[in-house]
């Protein structure tokens, strides 16, 4: 299984060999370092690599995780399960993905605030007619009183609240351009998140 840690740059478009034109995004690598390798046999009961990316002030980082990477401080952790075939300290760079490969991303989605329903969960909202009054974008009823709920609001009721910021994974996506030197990598369509998200990539 191949994987890496990539930040998400912008959308472009790239020209096939066909001739067609297919939207992607450009992912920026930093070269990955191998931090914890668990198996299945060992203390954890499962298989898993886990890896570290950026570079951080050493005083900034805690004195646990400062040995557990061997001294040296990463902006992020990231695990990913049943990877094998790397060892502690091996680095992995872009170079380890392939043109044609097809791989899933996985990241959080941009954060929107708090939002009410009709933006939320796409509730139409009450009438535009007469005799209605501020409540064009209410949810209307919630439940309670002695219905199915039993004079409570249902758990996992649609209502208003904060938004986006949910991890979410994209199949499917094709590796169209492998820039090894630069550290950058393109994939077709969209991925989740903002610019400089720190997304996952993982070889289906």
Do not use: C, W
Request: glycine share 18%.
């Amino acid at each position: 299984m191949k994987f890496i840690l990539a930040k998400k740059e912008k959308m472009t478009r790239i020209f096939g060999d066909d001739g067609r034109a297919y939207a992607g995004t450009i992912l920026v690598t930093d070269p990955v370092t191998v931090t914890q390798v668990k198996t299945k046999d060992g203390k954890d009961a499962y298989a898993a690599v886990q890896v570290g990316t950026g570079v951080r002030k050493v005083k900034n980082v805690s004195k646990p995780v400062l040995g557990h990477t061997a001294g040296k401080g990463y902006t992020d952790i990231r695990e990913f399960r049943d990877a094998e075939g790397v060892a502690v300290g091996d680095i992995i760079d872009a170079s380890v993905f392939a043109v044609g490969d097809v791989v899933q991303v996985s990241g959080l989605t941009k954060g929107k605030g708090f939002a009410g329903v009709v933006k939320r969960h796409g509730f139409h909202g009450g009438p535009r007619s007469h005799g209605q009054k501020h409540t064009e974008r209410s949810p209307g009823s919630i439940g309670g009183g002695g219905g199915r709920a039993g004079g409570r609001v249902a758990k996992g009721m649609k209502m208003a609240g904060r938004m986006g910021t949910d991890r979410v994974t994209v199949t499917n996506l094709k590796v169209l351009v492998v820039d090894a030197k630069d550290g950058k990598i393109i994939v077709s369509g969209a991925v989740p998140g903002r610019r400089g998200t720190l997304l996952e990539i993982v070889s289906a």
